[in-house]
T-cell receptor, first 112, second 114 residues
């Protein structure tokens, strides 16, 4: 398997623009997670899905953030409008129930 | 609720020296424990995990960790550091209920000098 795939790997955008991050989990995994990593706050869980259904979005910072999982092989994290404080590395991870998570390479987002 | 404490945000060792990265956890239920490694500009990669059974767990790249319930610890060790071990290491805990959420520590950066 190719592992968890994320795109784009790097994104630079201006404040106020919409940003969409994409993730393809490992085939057969039924959990999908979105994390954000910054120097100040470390690794934060934003939201996770089980069988395409959002289970816990309490980590989503505010209404500007939204995530969807329309099918078992694709998920998006959208920020609208983006702000400089959203600059971070965003990771997607997937797993089977009760097992370890496999992380993608991340998307480095810079909002100017 | 679960939590993880990693002692020391940075640990420096010389090449060939023992590596010891400390992790203590708090969990009200039997835990699953994990160590992940993150190399620069990469995602997190699983080093090893403890679920049940043998408390000494061996992972990739010569690392191992021992689950000590009485001390609520899961320290990571390697007998001899290599330059390629320089990376950030994260300890994580989940519960055995079947849900897959992980609680991560803040990470320890391992620096290896020649």
């Amino acid at each position: 398997d190719a592992g968890v795939i994320q795109s784009p790997r790097h994104e630079v955008t201006e404040m106020g623009q919409e940003v969409t991050l994409r993730c393809k989990p490992i085939s057969g995994h039924d959990y999908l997670f979105w994390y954000r990593q910054t120097m100040m706050r470390g690794l934060e869980l934003l939201i996770y899905f089980n069988n395409n259904v959002p289970i816990d979005d309490s980590g989503m910072p505010e209404d500007r953030f939204s995530a969807k999982m329309p099918n078992a092989s694709f998920s998006t994290l959208k920020i609208q409008p983006s702000e400089p404080r959203d600059s971070a590395v965003y990771f997607c991870a997937s797993s089977l129930i009760g097992a370890e998570q496999y992380f993608g390479p991340g998307t480095r987002l810079t909002v100017t | 609720a679960q939590s993880v404490t990693q002692l020391g945000s940075h640990v420096s060792v010389s090449e060939g020296a023992l590596v010891l990265l400390r992790c203590n956890y708090s969990s009200s239920v039997p835990p699953y424990l994990f160590w992940y490694v993150q190399y620069p500009n990469q995602g997190l990669q699983l080093l090893l995990k403890y679920t049940t059974g043998a408390t000494l767990v061996k992972g990739i790249n010569g690392f191992e960790a021992e689950f000590k319930k009485s001390e609520t610890s899961f320290h990571l060790t390697k007998p001899s550091a290599h330059m390629s071990d320089a990376a950030e290491y994260f300890c994580a805990v989940s519960d055995q209920s079947g849900y897959s959420t992980l609680t991560f520590g803040k990470g320890t950066m391992l620096l290896v000098s020649p």
